[in-house]
């Protein structure tokens, strides 16, 4: 099957992202300044961005590549894996691991998915495994930074794999799988239910870096519950959806993604807030933010921070 992609109307991006102004975002901008670490989040056509939040200064971590398809950041944030197209070899995914310190490349290799579909996936905890995410005809396959697989699970019950796994510290993988969400053993060759989830719909686990909490997206809004599955609360609420959580490197915050909007076949668009991870319920509607809400403007900025894909806290 022959690689295809899809144009994202940035106008319409553009348009709903500057919908949301403020006119003293000061005190946000502060308040960054707090928070542990740094922030990467893509936008549009600009590429991927990246946020020193003890500074509140943005750069561009990488440009805007029509070949790029995925990327991830090491748990020890000093690695960047990018996944890509091949000019010239349309079946193939190339993975790159090089240092963020300088580009360099520490490996390359390409990996072949059933049918030439895009491949792409993420570095393990200790740097020495890659989840590839599945595909149209495949399901997980662990593979190690010389692209040898490793161990490859396909289906349980005779259900296909088909949403992304999510590593935790103890380089296992936790998976979503129709209601239930699953963590392998060390292995990858048997899995355990953490829980079964009574929603209709619901993505996007992330594990925080002690392992000890889990966050969610169900009925538009986010949950949390500890690892083993048990105590499971709602901590946002608004009159719109919320998506893609992720936590703090100390594991005391969720950078989430607000009144997102769907944009296109693949794309939609969120405003970036932060909120504590103490299980509290927060309301995260633009003006009407619960008391430790922090809307992510930078200085000199009036326009809050907008991601239309893939964001991480490392």
């Not at 992609?5 to 940035?10: D, K, N, P, Q, S």
């Not at 946000?28 to 961005?49: R, T």
């Not at 939040?53 to 971590?61: D, E, V």
């Not at 699970?153 to 510290?169: A, Q």
């Amino acid at each position: 099957m022959k690689k295809m992609l899809f144009a994202i109307f940035l106008f319409a991006i553009v348009a709903v992202a500057c919908s949301n102004d403020k006119d003293n975002p000061e005190n946000d901008s502060n308040k960054l300044k707090k928070l542990p670490g740094s922030i990467y989040y893509k936008w549009a056509d600009e590429g991927i961005f990246k946020i020193d939040l003890p500074t509140a200064s943005q750069s561009l971590f990488l440009k805007s590549s029509t070949q790029r398809n995925h990327w991830d950041v090491s748990w020890d944030n000093q690695m960047v894996l990018e996944c890509t197209d091949v000019a010239g070899d349309v079946d193939a995914s190339q993975f790159t691991l090089s240092k963020i310190s300088d580009g360099t490349i520490v490996t390359q290799f390409k990996y072949y998915a059933t049918d030439g579909d895009i491949a792409t996936g993420t570095l393990s905890p200790n740097g020495k495994m890659i989840a590839i995410n599945p595909t149209f005809k495949d399901g997980i396959v662990i593979v190690d930074l010389d692209g040898n697989v490793i161990e490859t699970m396909s289906s349980i019950d005779n259900v296909k794999l088909s949403k992304n796994p999510v590593w935790m510290p103890d380089n296992t993988l936790i998976i979503p799988h129709k209601q239930f969400l699953l963590k392998t053993n060390a292995t990858f060759t048997e899995v355990s239910t953490i829980k079964e989830l009574d929603f209709q719909d619901w993505s996007s686990p992330a594990v925080s870096k002690s392992g000890s909490k889990i966050a969610f997206t169900a009925s538009k809004h986010i949950w949390m519950m500890n690892a083993n599955g048990s105590d499971m609360t709602q901590v946002t609420n608004s009159s719109h959806e919320e998506a893609i959580p992720y936590f703090s490197p100390d594991g005391k915050f969720l950078l989430i993604g607000t009144n997102y909007h769907v944009t296109g076949l693949f794309g939609g668009i969120s405003y970036l807030k932060v909120i504590p991870a103490d299980r509290n319920q927060y309301n995260v509607d633009d003006g009407e933010e619960s008391e430790g809400v922090i809307s992510i403007y930078l200085p000199g900025k009036s326009q809050m921070e907008t991601s239309d894909g893939k964001v991480m806290w490392r």
